[in-house]
């Protein structure tokens, strides 16, 4: 019987945490790219216990980039940062983990790298807003819309990995 509920309570602990699986969309802009840093960034995601489902490198269109910030499109950046994030090859991700929206933007740091704390990306890897490096979802439905945006549904791989028992318990 003890082994039954056993059984039982670890069902129950793996579907709670299945429920609050969420997937947030990652770039490293064309500047992360450039300066050598993926590597570096996708091993903060890695080695927090993130689960990379879907990874490519692509150079976006100006319009793509323009459909991407769209939010933005009344800032006086907005064209700056369109170009620039069309103007070479971005490193596109879809990272999966329970809260992984919201801490991932904690992982990044603010935006502004000068207001960023130290241990953050930006904050240790950035300097200037208009070259911050990477980009991440700010809520569960910009995180829906750029996922879709950004990757066909048979781009984004359902796996276990054998550390989730690990990282989850
Ligand atoms: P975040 O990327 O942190 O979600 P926003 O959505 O507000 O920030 O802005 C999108 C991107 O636009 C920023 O990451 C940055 O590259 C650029 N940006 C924001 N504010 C400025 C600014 N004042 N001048 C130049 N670029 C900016």
């Known amino acids: 019987a003890l082994a039954v509920s056993a059984a039982a309570y670890m069902l129950q602990e793996q579907e709670a945490h299945a429920a609050e699986m969420e997937r947030t969309f990652i770039a490293i802009k064309p500047d992360g790219v450039q300066r050598g840093l993926i590597a570096e960034i996708v091993s903060r995601f890695e080695r927090k216990g993130f689960k990379l489902v879907a990874i490519k490198i692509v150079v976006p269109s100006k319009g793509f980039a323009e459909k991407h910030y769209h939010d933005l499109k009344e800032r006086p950046f907005f064209n700056g940062l369109c170009d620039f994030l ?84």
């Open 86 to 169: 069309s103007s070479g090859p971005v490193i596109a991700m879809v990272w999966e983990g329970e809260g992984v929206i919201k801490y991932g933007r904690k992982l990044i740091g603010a935006t502004d790298p000068q207001k960023s704390e130290p241990g953050t990306i930006r904050g240790d890897l950035a300097v200037v807003v208009g070259r911050n490096i990477i980009h991440g979802s700010d809520g569960p439905e910009t995180a829906k819309d750029e996922i879709n945006l950004w990757f066909k549904p048979d781009e984004l791989v359902t796996y276990t990995s054998n550390a989730e028992k690990w990282v989850y318990g």
